[in-house]
């Protein structure tokens, strides 16, 4: 390190001293030069006649010395005298000074602060405008991706286009009619049921990848975290991953069951679609 770097990093530490320990020290220094010129001789003064000179008139003296006043009536009139007074003159001078850097710091560093949280302020607002600007858009892709899992979750003669609740406690047995088409009002395809949960799932984890990429979600995290993981899982579990309606309908039962997995996957993103439609809705309301 060389000097100049030496001389900079002593001054940033001293620059980063608080103001109130400068303050302490400018006035502790006065008791102790108080002290040390009520040890010299008084004949090293030129006192005032019938002035005092115990401690308490050395601190007087100390306190007029230190800032800079010089009333006159205590003079130093030799050597030592002379001396200590000049380095408390210097020493008093030098706090100042250090003082009023450590307040000119610590403005800034308030002002940086503040600054920052100006910055912080300004950020989350315009983070909130985007997402409640998002949100209807986001919420009507999963209700309906869950109402594509009601369809495929619950048996064609059970299923009530108009209350389409999704029941996350279904069995796999609940599953048999996937591959009929959902009969739901939103779905006048003749598509089975499960390729619309599939393609729902698709365009409900677009929609929150698009929302991750255009709102810094990690204000709130657990929003992040179900997004995150919602896109993850659609991302593993695509429609090749579908077994064939031959294949389910051919199971004997000696092996696992095909829709296994499926019925997993849905359990899954279904729990993760309502719990991120739980906390737009949360954040709509705000």
Not at 32 to 54: E, H, K, N
Not at 121 to 142: N, S, Y
Not at 193 to 214: E, F, G, H, P, Y
Request: with cysteine.
């Amino acid at each position: 390190m060389t000097l100049s770097d030496r001389i900079r990093h002593t001054f940033h530490v001293i620059s980063n001293v608080r103001p109130i320990y400068w303050i302490c020290l400018y006035i502790a220094l006065m008791p102790v030069f108080a002290l040390i010129y009520w040890a010299l001789p008084d004949t090293q003064f030129r006192i005032p006649d019938g002035a005092g000179t115990d401690f308490g008139s050395w601190l007087y003296y100390s306190i007029v010395t230190i800032t800079t006043l010089g009333f006159g009536d205590y003079t130093p009139a030799h050597g030592w005298a002379q001396a200590v007074t000049a380095v408390e003159v210097m020493c008093g001078l030098t706090i100042l000074g250090f003082f009023l850097n450590a307040v000119g710091s610590m403005k800034s560093e308030i002002d940086v602060t503040a600054e920052i949280e100006k910055q912080r302020a300004l950020h989350e607002a315009q983070t909130k405008d985007r997402i409640q600007r998002a949100i209807p858009r986001v919420i009507h892709c999963l209700n309906t991706f869950l109402s594509y899992c009601y369809a495929a979750t619950t048996p064609a003669e059970k299923r009530d286009d108009n209350d389409p609740k999704f029941n996350p406690d279904f069995k796999i047995e609940d599953m048999k009619d996937i591959y009929k088409p959902t009969g739901l009002e939103i779905d006048h395809t003749d598509i089975p049921a499960i390729n619309k949960v599939m393609r729902a799932a698709s365009s409900t984890s677009l929609a929150l990848d698009q929302l991750q990429t255009a709102v810094d979600l990690s204000l709130w995290p657990d929003l992040l975290e179900y997004c995150f993981t919602f896109v993850a899982d659609c991302q593993m579990f695509t429609e090749n991953d579908l077994p064939s309606e031959q294949y389910v309908k051919g199971h004997d039962g000696t092996t696992p069951h095909p829709l296994t997995s499926l019925s997993e996957f849905i359990r899954h993103t279904s729990s993760l679609a309502r719990n991120i439609e739980t906390e737009l809705t949360k954040i709509a309301s705000e």
